[in-house]
């Protein structure tokens, strides 16, 4: 009977261990955009792989800004305590602020995701990569993606990742992903 009991205790230990841990990696966590993982590399790392951007100071931090000539794209990133906190692509950006990115230029670099998202692509390709968005809606006259994790629920995750995708006549134009406070 005793051998029973510590068999018993030891499965019921075992079952909620396992619990505990049943973290999942979702298909949807892609935090590295341009060589640059979100949430992970510091200023340093960014500004030695692209030189300093257009700076500017916000709530959190610094971002940079730079301008991919090429292909016509801003890449904004946001620093909390001197991490990338926050990643955005974009095809456009508020006039003033872009005039002082573009004199911050990208060589040599793609500008995609570690999972192969670039702008341009369609919402098909980001479904088949990530799967369906936790939330899907048309915002003036954008379809716009959003996907959520915790870092609860994904160990991939630091604190809280967010991504949203902007498509405009079938054509990824946005993207955002953060993963931060």
Not at 76 to 92: M, P, Q, R
Not at 105 to 130: H, M, Q, S, V
Request: glycine share 8%; with cysteine; charged share 25%.
């Amino acid at each position: 009977m005793r051998g029973q009991n510590v068999i018993w205790i030891a499965l019921c230990f075992f079952v909620s261990v396992s619990f505990a841990e049943n973290k999942i990696s979702h298909s949807f966590v892609d935090k590295q955009i341009g060589g640059i993982v979100v949430g992970k590399e510091r200023i340093e790392e960014v500004i030695r792989i692209y030189g300093h951007g257009f700076s500017q100071n916000n709530f959190h931090g610094e971002t940079l800004c730079y301008h991919d000539v090429l292909e016509q794209i801003y890449l904004n990133i946001a620093f909390h305590d001197g991490i990338v906190e926050s990643v955005i692509l974009s095809k456009t950006l508020d006039q003033k602020i872009a005039e002082k990115c573009k004199k911050h230029i990208i060589k040599n670099k793609i500008l995609a995701t570690g999972k192969g998202i670039r702008l341009g692509d369609p919402p098909k390709k980001i479904l088949e990569i990530y799967g369906e968005p936790q939330k899907k809606e048309v915002k003036d006259g954008l379809l716009i993606f959003e996907y959520h994790a915790d870092s609860e629920n994904d160990p991939e995750v630091n604190l809280f990742y967010d991504a949203y995708l902007y498509f405009k006549n079938d054509a990824l134009i946005k993207l955002v992903i953060h993963d931060g406070e």
